[in-house]
């Protein structure tokens, strides 16, 4: 995973694109993993039926 995001940056540096746009695409992908990482730890606690914290 980290390799492929290294070669994205290089290749967005070698197409000459704008560093705004890599930052948000960056900063999209950070937040899609981490979503997906609790919704697993959400999934994994409600198979075990232990009790969760419920954010608003």
């Known amino acids: 995973m980290q390799i492929g995001v290294i070669v994205f940056c290089l290749a967005w ?3 000459g694109l ?3 746009l ?3 695409a960056l900063l999209i ?3 899609t993993l981490t979503q997906m990482v609790l919704n697993g730890q959400t999934e994994r606690a409600d198979e075990k ?3 969760r ?3 608003s």
Do not use: M, P, R, S
């Open 49 to 51: 039926g232990e009790a």
């Open 13 to 15: 540096f070698a197409l």
């Open 29 to 31: 992908l950070a937040i």
């Open 22 to 24: 890599l930052t948000a």
């Open 53 to 55: 914290a419920v954010v």
């Open 18 to 20: 704008k560093t705004d």
